[in-house]
């Protein structure tokens, strides 16, 4: 069962910064926070991950409050390429540890 | 880098065939592949985790003897889907890892697989 609770929609306007939450109040020390989107008809694509620090990359940022229980994702400038199903998941750090996908949020990016 | 490929991107059978399906790592080697599928409008699934030279471990509820695994070297794994039926139509995703600590998952672009 997936660990994390997310909307199941969400709009934002383009341009717009797109924040995108999570909850995940059962997270283990050893677990990591990790975001994925699936743009219609495709794989999943990889965005960013964290354990307990914010972290920023070319696509996104991610804020991971103090006590880790939740989480925000954040497109700075959301276009219209940014719309797709985002997926918040928790996952063990040790091996190749399989990802379990919750239902995540459908974010559309409207013109 | 870390490209995943599969193929074929899409394919249809009549029922009763058998389907292969075959999932590459282009550009690192992957000692663990993963399989799922996704029916419309759903999440994905996972159905079974395979690494290099050994058995896949099949989830529960997954036929391990419907949905056949091999994964005979670190960038090559396939998924057969032997005896199709309408009710396996769905799309199937494969991922790649190369089983390092905190390592991340690349994902294939899925082959949409329709059982007439």
């Known amino acids: 069962d997936a660990k994390t609770t997310q909307p199941p929609s969400m709009d934002c306007a383009e341009g717009r910064a797109a924040n995108l939450p999570c909850n995940h109040s059962?997270?283990?020390?050893?677990?990591?926070v990790y975001w994925y989107r699936q743009i219609h008809s495709q794989g999943p694509q990889y965005i960013i991950h964290g354990l307990k620090n914010n972290e920023t990359n070319e696509m996104a940022s991610l804020i991971i409050t103090e006590d880790r229980k939740s989480s925000t994702l954040i497109l700075p400038h959301a276009t219209l390429r940014d719309t797709a199903v985002y997926y918040c998941i928790v996952r063990d750090i040790q091996g190749a540890q399989k990802l379990v996908f919750g239902q995540g949020t459908r974010l559309t990016i409207n013109p | 880098g870390a490209v995943v490929s599969q193929h074929p991107s899409w394919v249809i059978c009549k029922s009763g065939t058998s389907v292969k399906i075959e999932c590459r790592s282009l550009d690192f080697q992957a000692t663990t592949m993963f399989w799922y599928r996704q029916f419309p409008k759903q999440s994905l699934m996972l159905m079974a985790t395979s690494n290099e030279g050994s058995k896949a471990t099949y989830e529960q509820g997954v036929e391990k003897d419907k949905f056949l695994i091999n994964h005979a070297s670190l960038t090559l794994s396939t998924l057969t889907v032997t005896s199709a039926h309408p009710e396996d139509s769905s799309f199937y995703i494969c991922s790649a890892s190369t089983g390092l600590a905190g390592n991340e998952q690349f994902f294939g672009p899925g082959t949409r697989l329709t059982v007439l």
């Open positions: 059962t997270i283990s020390g050893n677990e990591y």
